[in-house]
């Protein structure tokens, strides 16, 4: 029996050097070249933040984007207004047709014209100046009612009346 263990211990041993002797060279082709990536990759500080400074204006660039592409508030449209830590003061409000919302504590705010980032920013002025330290609000439209939405559409055939019957015979 010791002797069986001996040649599965010697066929381990030989297939663990194939193995090896196979994957050492593609592992150290994988691996970076250190003494032509340090000269090549040395960057200075002003390097990095002038890379910095270039990521951050595209960041910047983005949000105006998105701000600008994002819906306005109007009349009718209903709002989900969200207190973080006073849910309470939660509540889901219609834009008036003078554009106002009416919110518990706060009264009369005007919405219209404004993003929902814009009001979010709005309404958590208004509750820093009167009952939180830190407030965070949160708005999301939840029925876009002021920006109604026309289909068009032409009717190539009519398949109504006899000539239905006719196309669904075949």
Known sequence: MSRFHGSIFVAQA??????????APAFAQS??????????QVQTAADINQRLQHANEKLAGATIESQASESRIGPD??????????????????VSASGEISLPLLGAVHAAGLTPRELEAVLQGLLRRTYMKDPHVGVFVQELQSHPISVL????????????????KG
């Open 31 to 40: 691996l970076p070249n250190r003494s032509s990536q340090s000269s090549s």
């Open 153 to 168: 559409a032409w009717i190539i055939h009519d398949l109504s009346g006899e000539k239905r019957k006719d196309a669904l």
């Open 14 to 23: 030989i297939l663990g050097l194939v193995f090896f002797r196979i994957a």
């Open 77 to 94: 449209d209903l709002l989900n207004i969200t207190i973080f830590e006073a849910p309470e003061m939660n509540s889901t409000v219609r």
